[in-house]
């Protein structure tokens, strides 16, 4: 069984578009987070919620939006995309500090 | 800001032999968890260490921490063709008003040749 899910995998657009990538988990964790990998590997925190909740917004440019429907599932929109923007996006949820989190596959986001 | 740096970035090594990949960070930090990442895949991750904790092992991997340089160490032992994979260091250090977030390495890209 999945614990963290993504959907899609893999999505090319052109710039300017709009477009949105989704997450669940299925573990009932309270905390689900994004992040964001570039091209050198590193990967860095862009958003985390609890229970719904924003807790964290890393200078993240307000063209990205999250939104959680509810504590299983956090999604992400993208408006006007740029090429900057290609990336790998990865989800994530743990239980709380001190635990291990858990990672989707990531979505492959590429700009052209 | 970047937290922790890894060293070596890349490291090649034969079927059989052991591979040492060590993380060094800023702050301090309430654990310290290493995770895999295989090309084109997702995070696994593989051990948590507390920053009470010295050094821990699961399997064929051996962790180590030490908070007073700020440095752990990832020990893969007896390696596989299989083992090939990116390996990242992530702090946790939950900042009261940031709240919980890992803070990840620059990674160690490893290569075990069968």
């Known amino acids: 069984d999945t614990a963290v899910s993504q959907t899609p995998k893999y999505l090319v657009t052109q710039m300017g578009n709009d477009k949105s990538i989704k997450c669940e988990q299925n573990?009932?964790?309270?905390?689900m987070y994004w992040y964001k990998q570039d091209s050198k590997k590193f990967l860095k925190i862009m958003f985390s919620?609890?229970?719904?909740?924003?807790?964290i917004n890393e200078t993240v440019p307000n063209r990205f939006s999250p939104k959680s429907p509810d504590k299983a599932h956090l999604n992400l929109h993208i408006n006007s995309l740029e090429l900057g923007d290609s990336a790998v996006y990865f989800c994530?949820?743990?239980?709380?500090?001190?635990?291990?989190?858990?990672f989707g596959p990531g979505t492959r986001l590429t700009v052209t | 800001s970047q937290q922790g740096e890894e060293d070596p970035q890349a490291l090649s090594i034969q079927e059989g032999e052991n591979a040492t990949m060590n993380c060094s960070y800023k702050t301090s930090i309430n654990n310290l968890q290493w995770y895999r990442q295989n090309s084109g895949r997702g995070l696994v991750h593989l051990i948590l260490i507390r920053s009470n904790e010295r050094e821990k092992h699961s399997g064929r991997l051996r962790v180590t921490l030490d908070t007073s340089k700020k440095s752990s160490s990832l020990l893969i032992t007896a390696s596989r063709a299989a083992d090939t994979a990116s390996y990242f260091c992530?702090?946790?250090?939950?900042?009261?008003?940031?709240?919980?977030?890992?803070?990840f390495g620059t990674g160690t890209r490893l290569a075990v040749r069968p």
């Open positions: 573990l009932g964790h309270d905390t």
């Open positions: 992530a702090t946790d250090a939950r900042e009261k008003s940031s709240g919980d977030k890992l803070t």
């Open positions: 994530a949820s743990s239980l709380g500090p001190g635990v291990s989190w858990y």
């Open positions: 919620y609890n229970n719904k909740e924003l807790i």
